[in-house]
């Protein structure tokens, strides 16, 4: 019998060597033997992205050892730019029959792709499988590591529970059959930020979206490099076109409707606007008194558990 051909795409922009070296280290040590590679460098034409596309060739050095024919190194397409237009571009280019995707600064761990590819075989109607994964936030001396989802884990997630909250999170645990993309589109381009969740909740309109209850990759956090979530600008315009785009459905959800307005508020902290912070805060608490609630000691007891870890690191 025949083993279909994965198609892993790794997205990268701005990253130092041994991270994303690290990243194709860990699709080159997947367990799994038909994989093919994209790096897509999302670098500008100038002569910083002249020199990072050389430095690309050299890390991309642990695959090349394992299969140099099935690796492809690509600009991102037509002059777009961005982490949804280069994800794209790998879709365009993929041949596999699923592909999976990781971002530069996170890594899969060796069984992965095999057991997700197990998955998806025996349950065919899958329009995504994802995974467990470890969180470890560098910003910490050991650095800390946790469970990435924890009690948000769900082994089936349903449209409705997905614009409640994002409960699966980033590409990289992801390994989506090519035909899904054939079906319900690709990354949304018009979003700054939150196009993963977006494709999350797209997907599981039309397919079943299933989790596999076993850690397969290491997600990074306050890494080396530059991450979407550090620019809150970008996160509150993704956010509110994430909303709009689902209006009609999120606003007859009342526990949906809240979800979106109170990370709003949240962003709008992180970003230092405390007018629009206190006005979304209170807007959320009128929409469910509840949920406000059970978020606001979850939140403290995030902000309780951050500063023990700084005290002690």
């Known amino acids: 019998m025949n083993k279909p051909l994965v198609t892993a795409v790794i997205t990268t922009y701005k990253r130092k060597k041994e991270v994303i070296g690290r990243a194709v280290k860990s699709v080159a040590d997947q367990t799994y033997p038909y994989i093919e590679l994209i790096i897509v460098d999302d670098n500008r034409e100038d002569e910083e992205g ?51 995707f990781l971002d530069d600064d996170d890594e899969w761990l060796g069984a992965k792709i095999k057991k997700q590819v197990e998955f998806i075989e025996t349950h065919p109607d899958t329009g995504m499988c994802f995974c467990r994964g470890w969180r470890i936030n560098e910003a910490y001396d050991p650095p800390y590591i946790n469970d990435f989802q924890g009690e948000a884990f769900c082994s089936e997630v349903s449209y409705k529970r997905l614009l409640r909250g994002d409960n699966i999170g980033t590409t ?14 690709e990354f949304d381009e018009k979003l700054p930020a939150r196009q993963d969740y977006e494709m999350w909740i797209r997907i599981a309109r039309s397919l079943p979206v299933r989790g596999l209850d076993e850690h397969l990759f290491n997600y ?63 807007k959320s608490l009128f929409i469910s008194p509840v949920c406000f609630w059970k978020m606001g000691v979850l939140k403290l007891q995030s902000i309780k558990k951050d500063r023990e870890l700084k005290k002690n690191g």
């Not at 490099?225 to 709009?244: A, F, N, V």
């Open 172 to 185: 990289s645990q992801a390994l989506i059959p090519k035909t899904t993309f054939e079906k319900v589109g």
């Open 220 to 282: 990074y956090k306050n890494g080396v490099g530059e991450q979407i979530t550090k620019s809150w600008d970008k996160c509150i315009r993704g956010h509110t076109l994430l909303y709009q785009k689902y209006k009609a459905d999120i606003d007859s959800d009342r526990q949906a409707k809240f979800n979106v307005i109170f990370y709003l508020a949240h962003y709008y902290m992180c970003k230092g606007d405390k007018k629009a912070m206190v006005r979304y805060y209170l």
């Open 50 to 100: 002249k020199t990072y596309s050389a430095m690309l060739s050299e890390a991309a050095a642990p695959f090349i050892e394992r299969d140099e024919a099935s690796l492809r190194i690509v600009k991102t397409e037509d002059g777009k730019h961005g982490a949804q237009a280069a994800r794209n571009t790998g879709i365009h280019l993929a041949k596999g029959e699923y592909i999976a």
